[in-house]
């Protein structure tokens, strides 16, 4: 298991690798200069090329590289040109929304699909399982922002539930703030369900037709701890998969639903800073994208170890 | 019909309160949530022209001078208009004694003369004043002195303009690029700022407002409100959201075809009108637009009506006006104005075209769907130059791949901005030779400089009519028509002037 583990860890160090490489190139590669975008709409070709200068964005290409790469083998991000802040303090005023938001979704989507889709497997071409169906392909179906902009005018604007935008004013309490927090997680979490109720439908129908489940069965066990314990347990593996892929969509993915909500999180920050061309915000926002992602596989690959002994790498 | 009797009574209501025949008694207290188009990129307000920072910040920095209700310059933290003397190139201005910073040292004439200085070197507009500024001098406490080198009547209206403004900072922060400490004068001071979350402005205790009564950006400057917050709502689906929940005081930058649905909802809609011009500007230093003839062709095919209906989408936000001022401000007039044809003239385009020997390469229109009225304006224009017989490429980017391109003459033929009315004339990009168009022939500079050398008022509204009727004739531009703006705002607030930069002082609250 240590070997395996220190294999993939490897393999996460040359995709990081790439990441950091590919970014900075496609970010470099892109028209649009934070420059022009900070004087504003009125300034001069001199002014713009003066700041270009201050903000070392004159220095060649593989310099600038050497400098980023440099930095963050430092542990250094390097300088938001607009927030004028370190680049890993931005991300991490921004990690408590995306935090929370990925894990509220997650737990919506996952207590609706679970049981929806151990039903839907367990009730096969039932009407329930029909209509959980439809459902799924339409939620997955559906774009986040519409839905969103949907709940934000139901609960928002007409019931008046919920805040439509923002994460709370100055000195907002965590109650307050995770209120802010309700809307988008109920656009995320319904849409994420859908993939992982068919999931979970398609592989406890794998396994209930098993010849361990109908031993379960013959032996008298009930119906609840067939399906729960014997089923369900080895059905887990391609479901755990599905919900950590989710998980880390959900992280880079809630960027329409951070914009639409105006939620300060990491999503939004990083449209902001592409629209920006904040360099070094959008490099160190999208390398800790990429790194939680491959962190999450690692997390799931090491969760197949535990859950079934029979898996090698 | 509705919809036009609910906007007869938003704009009645407006009208009511910029008279300041308020129903209300104005009460001191409370906190009120301003909902702006995003994060502005800086805090200082001397290195930006953003409307957004000149937004925010002009509640924290002021000038020496601003605008009153009728775009006139009119004295803030100077104690009076200037005394210029008799050729027009020392401009004595005396200073308000006795004002205090944010933190707590009073302002003097050498704060002053740092922070001027601070200007002609940072920003953009003062570069421009600094082209002829050959001196900032404290004469005496309460006095500074602008020596130029030659007569450039602007001079006023760009140190009372809120962006690339040459706003009084203590001349200990004088040297800070960027920006540092926002410590300025003006009626309400930074508290806290958390990027892409808010801003949050509060009372400053010692702020000395001028008396008598508002007057636009000038005069009474009064601090009702204890708090003020700005925060970023960049998605405009999301605005009329919050409009429509109340979950915000005031929500800037709708966009108008929202006005229905505003109406129905938490919060007035409140109707500037005009707000601005949509300004198709001409590359006049290379490729198919260097040519005068082809940019008369172009001035003749399009057809501002159909143009700006496709925008605006109902005549009660927009207005055909060939003035490239409307009729509110001084600087009206009809000079030059017959080539503009609401409805286009195709034939004549067509001759004008056959006239330039047009060779058929495609005219690029460099725009963008960051405002979706540039792009839709695009599309009719797209229309009616191929009917005369032109060749379109359309080149949609984003919005800040097109202020870099724009820069770069090779990359476009035409680009499509807008701005707001802009108090002073001589603040257009077309009158600078550098922006990005690069308009620069005789009878351009014969014009501009002997508006820019008339101190005179009354002569510069006639000199502006020559400006004016060069720019017919050159095609430097085509300003497209006059379009309306729409806010909204709380019921329980009150006291907000219509105005291109919002601002929140003499606002308050009459219930919570």
């Known amino acids: ?313 | 019909m509705m919809k036009r009797t609910a906007l007869a009574v938003a704009t009645s209501v407006v009208a009511l309160l910029s008279l300041n025949g308020v129903a209300h008694a104005q009460s001191r207290g409370g906190i009120i949530d301003v909902a702006t188009i995003g994060e502005p990129p800086t805090l200082d307000p001397m290195a930006s022209t953003a409307d957004l920072v000149g937004i925010v910040t002009q509640h924290i920095f002021e000038t020496l001078y601003t605008f009153d209700a009728k775009w006139g310059a009119t004295p803030l933290l100077a104690a009076a208009l200037p005394t210029i003397s008799e050729d027009g190139t020392v401009y004595t201005i005396p200073l308000r004694t006795g004002i205090k910073f944010h933190d707590g040292s009073t302002m003097g004439a050498a704060d002053v003369v740092a922070s001027l200085e601070r200007w002609t070197r940072i920003a953009t507009r003062g570069k421009q004043a600094g082209e002829v500024i050959t001196g900032i001098a404290a004469t005496d406490e309460a006095t500074v002195t602008i020596t130029l080198s030659k007569p450039y009547a602007p001079l006023v209206a760009l140190l009372s303009l809120n962006n690339a403004a040459a706003i009084v900072i203590p001349a200990a922060n004088a040297a800070q690029d960027p920006l540092e400490s926002f410590v300025g004068t003006g009626p309400y001071k930074l508290e806290d700022r958390v990027p892409d979350q808010y801003i949050q402005l509060v009372r400053f205790d010692d702020y000395q407002s001028l008396g008598g009564e508002p007057n636009g950006y000038g005069g009474a400057r009064n601090q009702y409100l204890d708090e003020i917050r700005f925060v970023p709502v960049p998605d405009p689906s999301t605005r009329i959201g919050v409009a429509m929940a109340g979950q915000y005081d005031y929500i800037d930058q709708l966009p108008v075809e929202s006005f229905a649905q505003i109406e129905s909802g938490a919060t007035d809609p409140v109707v500037l009108a005009p707000f601005g011009w949509p300004v198709f500007m001409m590359n006049t230093k290379e490729g198919l637009n260097s040519d005068i003839r082809v940019r008369k062709a172009i001035q003749a095919a399009l057809a501002p009506e159909d143009m700006m209906i496709a925008a605006f989408g109902s005549e009660d936000f927009f207005s055909i006006d060939a003035a490239w001022y409307p009729d509110s401000f001084v600087w009206h007039t009809e000079a030059g104005t017959d080539a503009y044809k609401p409805l286009g003239d195709t034939e004549t385009a067509k001759a004008l075209l056959a006239e330039a020997g047009y060779d058929g390469s495609p005219l690029r229109i460099l725009t963008s769907r960051q405002y979706e009225f540039h792009y839709k304006m695009a599309l009719v224009a797209q229309a009616y130059l191929e009917a005369a017989g032109f060749k379109v490429q359309m080149d949609v980017v984003e919005w800040a791949t097109l202020t870099t391109n724009r820069a770069d003459p090779a990359l476009w033929d035409i680009y499509i901005t807008h701005s707001p009315f802009l108090p002073e004339p001589s603040l257009m990009g077309l009158m600078s030779d550098t922006s990005p168009g690069w308009w620069a022939t005789d009878a351009k500079h014969q014009a501009v400089e002997a508006f820019n050398a008339e101190s005179d008022p009354a002569k510069r509204v006639a000199l502006f009519a020559e400006v004016q009727k060069v720019i017919y004739d050159e095609v430097p531009g085509y300003k497209v028509g006059n379009f309306n703006a729409l806010a909204a705002q709380s019921p329980d607030l009150e006291g907000v002037t219509p105005a291109p930069w919002p601002y929140f002082w003499n606002a308050y609250v009459t219930a919570e």
């Open chain 1, 1 to 313: 298991m240590v070997r395996s583990a220190l294999n993939r860890i490897f393999g996460m160090l040359v995709v990081m690798a790439l990441v950091v490489t590919i970014v900075f190139v496609i970010v470099r590669l892109t028209p649009g200069d934070p420059a022009a975008v900070m004087l504003g709409p009125d300034a001069t070709a001199a002014d713009i090329e003066s700041l270009r200068e201050r903000l070392g964005l004159n220095a060649s290409i593989p310099q600038q590289f050497l400098t980023y790469v440099g930095g963050i083998l430092r542990g250094d991000f390097g300088q938001s040109i607009f927030l004028n802040m370190p680049v890993t303090e931005a991300l991490m005023q921004r990690a408590e929304p995306t935090f929370f938001l990925t894990l509220f979704s997650l737990l919506i989507a996952t207590l609706i699909a679970l049981p929806v889709g151990v039903l839907s497997a367990y009730w096969r071409g039932s009407a329930f399982d029909q209509a959980a169906t439809t459902l799924a392909m339409f939620a997955a179906s559906v774009p986040s922002f519409w839905l969103g902009l949907v709940f934000m005018q139901f609960f928002a604007v007409r019931l008046g539930w919920f805040d439509a935008s923002g994460y709370g004013g100055p000195g907002a309490s965590f109650g307050e703030r995770m209120h802010h927090l309700v809307l988008p997680a109920l656009t995320l979490g319904l849409i994420s369900s859908a993939l992982i109720t068919r999931f979970t439908r398609a592989s406890m129908l794998d396994v209930l037709n098993d010849d361990y489940v109908r031993t379960a069965r013959s032996k008298g066990m009930s119906e609840w701890r067939v399906v729960t314990r014997h089923a369900l347990k080895n059905a887990l593996i391609p479901i755990l998969t599905v919900i950590g892929l989710t998980a880390a969509l959900l992280i880079s993915g809630a960027i329409v639903t951070e914009t639409v909500f105006g939620l300060p999180g990491v999503g939004s920050l990083i449209v902001s800073a592409v629209l920006r061309r904040d360099y070094p915000l959008i490099q160190g926002a999208l390398l800790v994208v990429a790194g939680l992602y491959v962190l999450v596989n690692f997390i799931i690959d090491m969760l197949y170890l535990i859950i079934d002994p029979r898996v090698r790498y």
